[in-house]
């Protein structure tokens, strides 16, 4: 999926400052990206690219005091960036789902499982208790929870780390929301089930149609899993496109040393590229191009002027290198 014509999620020069005592810093600068439904945008880059924070935005719960300074967030053609929390709350769970790392943030441990899931169901939907009960038990089915009418009466810390993942992920689709956002969603599960954990979610989401924004450092689990892939440097989208354009030919330097990161992803052709140093601070952000210290291809003008994210080669692409003449 390479075009979006009508977007569910549309994110337009999104804008997040973190203001501190020794001045405002820029956190996300101008961050433009369309969800089209049903569709998985995968959103990669290293700690403090601003991809997790980007999730936040959506969702309306970044920690103060960061704060969104400029540009709108819309989802199904209503403005949602400005609503009031007690409205945001209510597209949370309802329109929008949420699944974080750590998936003991998104459970209550005094509450059990059955309870937790037919609560968020009945918060949400007009159904009695009985029919959240069945449609509780049929999620839990669904996400391969063994037993389910069993382990109804269970609290997370009888599961282990997967299955309370796999709950989570139930939690999150159970209002039928259009969207969900899961940041590194099975970043904290052992290798040997995290494959599983995103085939499932996948896979769950294809059936209901739900869209995904997938925050993860993980070029695999984009490769894996996204329809389209946005990668994140300083803040600002430096490539978005359809993942296997990306991944066949990536074309922004920092895309290709994340890439060279991953043998089996590598391009096909040319040396890999490799990223010495590290993402800079908040505070410490080069002029020109963000990238620029590190890239083995910056030019005098990198140093000084940014280039702006534009068509090129089927994809967008925020580098001088392929916007030659402009
Ligand atoms: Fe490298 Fe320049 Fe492209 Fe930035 S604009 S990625 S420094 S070549």
Not at 265 to 272: D, H, N, T
């Amino acid at each position: 999926m390479s075009k979006v014509s009508s977007p569910l999620l549309r994110v337009q020069g999104l804008r997040v400052e973190i203001p501190t005592r020794r001045g405002v810093l820029l956190a996300l600068d101008g961050v433009d990206f369309d969800i089209a439904p049903g569709e998985v945008l995968g959103m990669v880059g290293e700690s403090g690219a601003g991809k997790s924070l980007t999730g936040m935005a959506v969702l309306g719960l970044l920690d103060a005091p960061g704060r969104i300074a400029g540009g709108e967030v819309w989802l199904s053609g209503r403005r949602i960036d400005d609503l009031p929390a007690r409205e945001m709350r209510k597209i949370r769970g309802k329109e929008i789902g949420a699944i974080f790392q750590d998936p003991l943030m998104s459970l209550n441990p005094v509450l059990r499982i059955g309870e937790q899931i037919v609560e968020t169901i009945r918060t949400h939907l007009a159904v009695g208790p009985e029919e959240a009960r069945e449609r509780a038990l049929g999620l839990m089915r669904a996400v391969g929870i063994p037993s389910p009418e069993v382990r109804f009466d269970a609290y997370p810390h009888q599961f282990s780390g997967g299955m309370r993942q796999r709950i989570v992920i139930a939690l999150a689709l159970c209002a039928e929301p259009s969207l969900v956002v899961a940041d590194e969603p099975t970043t904290a599960l052992d290798v040997s089930i995290q494959a599983q954990v995103l085939q499932l979610l996948r896979q769950l989401c294809r059936e209901h149609g739900t869209a995904m924004l997938l925050v993860t450092h993980d070029m695999g689990v984009i490769a894996e899993t996204a329809d389209r892939v946005a990668v994140m440097y300083a803040g600002r989208i430096v490539e978005i496109g359809a993942v296997d354009d990306v991944i066949r030919a990536p074309v922004h330097p920092y895309t290709r040393g994340l890439m060279g990161a991953i043998p089996s992803l590598g391009p096909v052709r040319g040396p890999l590229a490799q990223i010495d140093g590290s993402m800079p601070r908040l505070n410490a952000r080069p002029e020109g191009c963000a990238f620029h210290p590190r890239c083995s291809q910056a030019v005098e003008r990198c140093r000084s002027e940014s280039p702006a994210l534009i068509h090129g080669l089927g994809r967008k692409v925020a580098c001088w290198l392929s916007q030659e003449g402009s």
